[in-house]
Each structure stands twice: as structure tokens, then as C-alpha cells.
Antibody, heavy 120, light 106 residues
Framework: QVTLKESGPGILQPSQTLSLTCTFS??????????VGWIRQPSGKGLEWLAN???????YYNPSLKNRLTISKDTSNNQAFLKITNVDTADTATYYCARLHTTGIPFDYWGQGVMVTVSS | EIVLTQSPTTMAASPGEKVTITCRASSSVSYMYWYQQKSGASPKPWIYETSKLASGVPDRFSGSGSGTSYSFTISSMETEDAATYYCHQWSSTPWTFGGGTKLELK
């Protein structure tokens, strides 16, 4: 059974760094073809892909967030991480992590999402 | 960046009615993917590789298309189908989603 769960700070202030953790089970990020992606959704709005990391540590980022994103993983503890630097109110959203693999369905399992509010 | 434009953005359908949603890509993509999201819930994969149904998806749903034009169809609307549907491409980075189509029950 594949599960993912996001965790984060809930609220943070503009200019701070947002650190998100995705803790998963039912698959391994050391398995060929596996990956984890991060997607966010402002309240009442659409989905935006942010970044993903693959089993071989290959990483891809959405250039719209320029150099603010860093994705990483801890294979031993079944976790993936996303950091977003210099946040502002536009980063207020629900952040999801989701499983990827190189064939079939991208984002086939999603976490429940974690709401992050950026406010002074 | 490949922009995905969905239409309509909102619609309402009566039980038994046929529903069609379109997704146009600004450049050609290999496949289109569709997700269903109900209020307060995470998105779920619904259709993959343009026309294949994800596990558990009823066969009243279908997808078709190629290149820059794709469609998502419900042959006969049911109450449980009320949701927002998003198209998605991962043919090229940055991966993108359509703006969503909110489907309501009439």
C-alpha cells in the first residue's frame, strides 16, 4: 500500500525559507524508475508542478520559481524534501507530494497535502 | 513552456447527459493525462496516456486526442462525477496542468 504524507510549518513570514517533508511508504526511492514530485495549489486555484527527484538523484525544477527551489531525498528514511527560499504571500498554497515513475501514470499516488500560509 | 488551455472552465450537466471537456496544448505533446479532484481532497489520476482509464475509473469515462488537441468525455453524467478535472502533460519540462474544468451537477 502506497502512502505519502506532507509536513510543513503551517505559517511563516515573508522572506523566510519554507521547508517541506514528504514521508512515504509502499515504495522506495532507490528503486529504478521511482520518483517523487511536489505540486502546489493556491486556494481555489489550479495545480502547479514545482519539482521532482528521481531514484538516481536526477532533479528537475520549474523555472518559474527560478533558483528558489531545492529538492532532495533521504532514501534510508523514505523521505523527500523541498525547500523554497525567500517566500512571499504568493507562495501561500496547499503543497502536495506525489509518487512518480518513469512509465505509466505520473503522480499516481498523492499525499493529503499540507497548507502553508505566508503572512507577516 | 507548454500551456494547456481547458474549456469550458465551468459547466453543469444533468444526470445522464454527455459531458465533453477539451484541452488544447500550445505545442504538441505525446500524451495527455487527466486528474479528478473533489473539494477538499487530493487529485486522483483518472485517465493516462490520453485514453487509458486509471484503476477503478468507470468505463463511462473516455479520453482521446493527439498532438495539441485532446478531449475528456463522460458518456452519461452521474452524481459522483461532479468534480474539477485537470489535464496534464509531462512530455516536456516544465510539466504543466490545465487550469481545470469545474463540473457541477445540474
Amino acid at each position: 500500500q502506497v502512502t505519502l504524507k506532507e509536513s510543513g510549518p503551517g505559517i511563516l513570514q515573508p522572506s523566510q525559507t519554507l521547508s517541506l517533508t514528504c514521508t512515504f511508504s509502499g515504495f522506495s526511492l532507490s528503486t529504478y524508475g521511482m520518483g517523487v514530485g511536489w505540486i502546489r495549489q493556491p486556494s481555489g486555484k489550479g495545480l502547479e508542478w514545482l519539482a521532482n527527484i528521481w531514484w538516481d538523484d536526477d532533479k528537475y525544477y520549474n523555472p518559474s520559481l527560478k533558483n528558489r527551489l531545492t529538492i532532495s531525498k533521504d532514501t534510508s528514511n523514505n523521505q523527500a524534501f523541498l525547500k523554497i527560499t525567500n517566500v512571499d504571500t504568493a507562495d501561500t498554497a496547499t503543497y502536495y507530494c506525489a509518487r512518480l515513475h518513469t512509465t505509466g501514470i505520473p503522480f499516481d499516488y498523492w499525499g493529503q497535502g499540507v497548507m502553508v500560509t505566508v503572512s507577516s | 513552456e507548454i500551456v494547456l488551455t481547458q474549456s469550458p472552465t465551468t459547466m453543469a450537466a444533468s444526470p445522464g447527459e454527455k459531458v465533453t471537456i477539451t484541452c488544447r496544448a500550445s505545442s504538441s505533446v505525446s500524451y495527455m493525462y487527466w486528474y479528478q479532484q473533489k473539494s477538499g481532497a487530493s487529485p486522483k489520476p483518472w485517465i493516462y496516456e490520453t485514453s487509458k482509464l486509471a484503476s477503478g475509473v468507470p468505463d463511462r469515462f473516455s479520453g482521446s486526442g493527439s498532438g495539441t488537441s485532446y478531449s475528456f468525455t463522460i458518456s452519461s453524467m452521474e452524481t459522483e462525477d461532479a468534480a474539477t478535472y485537470y489535464c496534464h502533460q509531462w512530455s516536456s519540462t516544465p510539466w504543466t496542468f490545465g487550469g481545470g474544468t469545474k463540473l457541477e451537477l445540474k
